[in-house]
């Protein structure tokens, strides 16, 4: 769990799972995801929890793995990288993928996207509201297929603009979103209420960590 603080717009965490808290802060960790190996660099004490991988990016990165079709051969946009570890993974399960996050935390996936012998060019600033005008990536003629998100059902704030960002790809592009996040608070599930609205949502059964839910939407 997250909380803002105004002064900065950083987000702290309150969760007192103390193994949890550990992961936060170690520096390096390494992650296998279908067979390849990820290194991937934290930076909690600059970049708050962009600079951290959470649990929901694991989950998915092994579902889409188990499940490689959905990434293979495809062209991927990730919204809200954060630390890039769900792209990477879908970089090496065969996908072309553009990890985007916020311009003051773009830096983190940009950092684990060169340790893992990415191009940076595989990644973009993009903020949740913005026109998709402003979507620019110097991947040449890139249109995603598919639309992914991990743990970024957060911040209440920002909930119309990650709505609008959504309708906005899936409605143009007609691609399916996969979101994994962990239900922590009633504005999450109001936030998937409000997304009927706009999409069919599917939840997807697995067996990776049961805290963790992920979701199929497609734009109606």
Do not use: M
């Not at 004490?45 to 051969?73: E, F, M, P």
């Not at 935390?105 to 950092?111: D, G, H, K, M, Y």
């Not at 940076?120 to 998100?149: A, M």
């Not at 994994?180 to 504005?187: F, T």
């Amino acid at each position: 769990a997250v909380v803002s603080t105004q002064s900065t717009g950083a987000l702290v965490p309150y969760d007192t799972n103390q193994h949890a808290l550990h992961e936060l802060h170690e520096r390096i960790r390494l992650f296998a995801i279908g067979g390849h190996n990820i290194k991937i660099e934290q930076s909690f004490s600059t970049n708050g929890v962009a600079g951290c991988v959470w649990r929901s990016a694991v989950v998915l990165a092994q579902y889409l793995a188990a499940n490689s079709h959905i990434v293979k051969d495809k062209s991927i946009l990730e919204l809200g990288a954060g630390t890039g570890l769900l792209g990477i993974a879908c970089h090496r399960l065969g996908g072309n993928v553009i990890s985007t996050d916020h311009e003051t935390a773009i830096n983190s996936t940009i950092r684990n996207l060169e340790l893992n012998h990415i191009s940076k060019d595989h990644c973009c600033s993009f903020n949740w509201g913005s026109n998709l005008e402003e979507f620019k990536t110097n991947i040449e003629k890139f249109t995603p297929d598919v639309l992914l998100g991990a743990d970024i059902v957060y911040v209440k704030d920002t909930f119309h603009l990650l709505l609008k960002t959504l309708i906005d790809f899936s409605s143009k592009y007609h691609c399916p979103v996969y979101l994994a996040c962990k239900i922590r608070y009633e504005k999450d599930e109001d936030f998937l209420k409000e997304t009927e609205q706009f999409f069919t949502i599917e939840q997807i059964d697995h067996t990776f960590d049961p805290e963790i839910k992920i979701y199929k939407l497609l734009f109606i």
